[in-house]
């Protein structure tokens, strides 16, 4: 999503550095995002039983709900190494000596390789070369600096009103491969200047992150190091957002993590399409989900949409073994793009249809699959992409 002409929230800045944490690195590895006052925070976590050292420092520290900075690395995830936690707490510790702040009061996140130890000595050296800004081009140099197999920088920004005040939020992630809902080897750090209270913003973040992060798909691995923090520091509003608000905020930062969610999927590792998996006219939004996110998560399927090959019979197979109890007899399958549309299956059968069409829609850079069930009125919408010779290639030699 393009920032130009779009101002940042108020009272953050960014920075980035260049520490060498992977020798062969030749782009900056090392992010800060700082607000110049005390922020509410809300943050989810990586369900993964084996959860990386940062994330269990911030577990330890964000118990108060607040925080000021957020100091990211690449190139090192800092998770299952014998130091650490040790190396997480320094990686605190020299943020927060370089911004004059408590250490409780600075979040860490680590991206990378898990079980390699963190060479915290060269974040510690290279701090000092940043420089925060509160500029766009500060915010995109962040952006790129906690890349790593990602391919483009993942940005998004929305603004709303309330009352006279304009609210602004700003997201920026990473996300590659190993993404599964519950999250997936992704990081996403959002700011705003929005005033709202902790406990409101955490169940905020929880009930979005379902509809959003945790509805994508790339590989079916979920990371160790996953998190998706909010930062809110207030300085937009003179009062607190109230409750009758709330809908109007929550709407806006929908929009900031559905499309860093969607940013994620379509930059999947090795992939040529993303796939937008739409499941209509189900019984609840609970049995749409589950079957958009089975076939979503689907390899035979994804391998199809390589190939562009509408095989439209990897779908229902897929949505057979997803749990969800549905009626076969009534389901329509169809794909499109902006190359047009195509029914490929109705009421449980298929139907014929041109081939030479088929696959020019499937070679489209981005395909919907339409699952119409015709039990009801809810739906669900899941993403992911296709799966290619290249995924492997990149994952075979992922250390070096």
Known sequence: MEMEGIKLPKGFYYGSCLCHIKESSQKEDVALIVSNTMCDVGIVYTKNIVKADPLLLNQQTLQDGKAQAIIVNSGNANACAKNGMENAIKEQQAAACLLDLKPQDVIVASTGVIGAELPVEKIEKGLDQIHLNDSESAFEKAAIAIMTTDTKMKIAQASLQIGQQTVRIAGMCKGSGMIHPNMGTMLAFISTDAKIESSVLQKLVQKLTKKTFN???????????????????????????????????????????????????????????????????????KQAEQLAMSVCSSSLFKAAMFGKDANWGRILCAMGYSGAIFDVNGVTVSFSSKEGEICVCQKGKGVSFDEEKATKILSADRVQVHIDLQEGNAEATCWGCDLTYDYVKINGDYRT
């Open 215 to 285: 509805r994508i798909n790339v590989d079916g691995d979920t990371s160790t190091n996953d998190m998706c923090i909010v930062l809110a520091n207030g300085q937009a509003m003179y009062d607190t957002i109230q409750e009758e608000e709330e809908s109007l905020f929550e709407e806006a930062l929908f929009t900031v993590m559905k499309s860093l969610a969607i940013q994620i999927a379509s930059d999947g590792e090795g992939a040529s399409r993303l796939l937008e998996i739409m499941v209509t006219h189900a019984k609840n939004e």
